[in-house]
């Protein structure tokens, strides 16, 4: 069974402009959780999609959104891009809603803006 | 919100070694994991454990969710071992669980 796979891998962008990125969970899952990784902040929770509707969410402002479509892939959208957005942007999937699941991680997405 | 501490933040190993990893947390929360994040970036789950003590091969995991206290044990530790063990806590809040992340314990296995 494939793993999870996150496209594209790495990402360079200028601030204000705005990015998208992509999760392809494992297949039969249906929860999708999105990760922010910095070297100041560490690992934080963005939100996570289960059969297409954001079912959690952590603390980031509205420019962090994403959505989940009926495949059950998921898309992770910043606008307005600061320089603080730098950061590996994990994604992992599990077949159960809710945190307390084993969720399968994706390589990640390592966004730099210039 | 709730405050994840890890400890200690940095460990150097022999190969062959056992070791063991903290997590305080200053609240009560619903559930607990920890995570290993290889050299390479790639995050595994490694225990879900709100409570009590579970056995994977090598590793193991203790919470005692009265005293607001997880540890983990890496028992003769091999260089794969490598990476950084974070644990994660989630409480419920407002309709949401709120998930908090602690610092990390960056753990070096040397042959």
């Known amino acids: ?114 | 919100g709730i405050q994840v501490e890890q400890s200690p933040p940095d460990l150097i190993l022999q190969e062959g070694a056992n070791s063991t990893l903290r997590c305080n947390f200053s609240d009560s929360v619903n559930n607990l994991q920890w995570f290993h994040q290889n050299p390479w970036g790639q995050l595994i789950n490694l225990f879900y454990i709100p409570s009590g003590t579970k056995q994977n091969g090598r590793l193991s995991a203790t919470t005692v969710a009265t005293e607001r206290y997880s540890l983990l044990y890496i028992s003769s530790s091999q260089t794969t071992d490598s990476g950084v063990y974070f644990c994660a806590v989630a409480s419920n809040s407002g309709g949401y669980q709120k998930v908090t992340f602690g610092t990390g314990t960056k753990l070096q296995v040397i042959p």
């Open chain 1, 1 to 114: 069974k494939a793993g999870v796979t996150q496209t594209p891998r790495y990402l360079i962008k200028t601030r204000g402009q705005q990015v998208t990125l992509s999760c392809s969970p494992i297949s039969g899952h249906r929860s999708v959780s999105w990760y922010q990784q910095t070297p100041g902040q560490g690992l934080q929770f963005l939100f996570e999609y289960f059969s297409e509707t954001q079912r959690n969410k952590g603390n980031f402002p509205g420019r962090f959104s994403g959505r989940q479509f009926s495949n059950s892939r998921s898309e992770m959208n910043v606008s307005t891009l600061e320089l603080g957005d730098s950061a590996l942007y994990l994604c992992a999937s599990s077949l159960r809603l809710g945190f307390g699941k084993t969720q399968y991680f994706g390589p990640g997405t390592r966004l730099l803006v210039l």
